[in-house]
């Protein structure tokens, strides 16, 4: 399963929305009525950390700015008011097919 | 106490060996399945295998079956990554972590850097 993400890098003023695009190449929705679509974020010199899992759960600890939605093919990762710390590469990952498969990454960057 | 912590990782011709080692501590091991992810910079993150709590079952990416093998041992809170017939294509950091829902990866090491380089 391909994933693709638009755009590839984003330079967004603090206090400001920004949001992520996140495609498959075949539906994720699992046999068992679920979607196993994750979103992840590596800050610089960090590991990467997951932010929202299967679309729309917020992980434990991820600010309530953070949100996913979508379905099937087509997913969104938004940050309603971007902060200087949120800077980094977004990941989103698919988990309902094997192999699991990545997203090429959106570079979030500060104006 | 940091939970997952990878070593094992270094300079090593093609066609040579590695073994990666991940040592788990502060979550339940046992029950938890567990996953090597590998990254290279500029690229997006690659899932390379996974495995069963219990070891019974093991998933490889095309790209690495039959010359990787990701083994556990629960009784050392140890997760392995045996690379043979290494290849500069492998080259990357690679994350063990773990799987607490179908690829949400909650919990992951720092990483550890294999070059493949003559």
């Known amino acids: 399963t391909v994933m693709t993400q638009t755009p590839l890098s984003l330079s967004v003023t603090p206090g400001q929305p920004a949001s992520i695009s996140c495609k498959s190449s075949q539906s994720l929705l699992h046999s068992s009525g679920r979607t196993f679509l994750h979103w992840y974020l590596q800050k610089p010199g960090q590991s990467p950390q997951l932010l929202i899992y299967?679309?729309?759960s917020r992980f434990s600890g991820v600010p309530d700015r953070f949100s996913g939605s979508g379905s099937g093919t087509d997913f969104t990762l938004a940050i309603s008011r971007v902060e200087a710390e949120d800077v980094g590469l977004y990941f989103c990952m698919q988990g309902t097919h094997t192999p699991r498969t990545f997203g090429p990454g959106t570079k979030v960057d500060i104006k | 106490e940091v939970p997952l912590v990878e070593s094992g990782g270094g300079l090593v011709q093609p066609g040579g060996s590695l073994r990666l080692s991940c040592a788990a501590s502060a979550f339940s091991f046992t029950t938890s399945w567990m996953t090597w992810v590998r990254h290279v910079p500029d690229k997006g993150p690659e899932w390379v295998a996974n495995?069963?709590?219990?070891?019974?079952?093991?998933y490889c990416v095309d790209s690495v079956k039959g010359r990787f093998t990701i083994s556990r041992d629960n009784a050392q809170n140890s997760l392995y990554l045996q690379m043979n017939s290494l290849r500069v294509e492998d080259t990357a950091v690679y994350y063990c972590?773990?799987?607490?829902?179908?690829?949400?990866?909650?919990?992951w090491g720092q990483g550890t850097t294999v070059i493949v380089s003559s």
């Open positions: 972590a773990r799987d607490f829902d179908w690829g949400a990866l909650d919990i």
């Open positions: 495995i069963t709590p219990d070891g019974s079952g093991t």
């Open positions: 299967e679309v729309s």
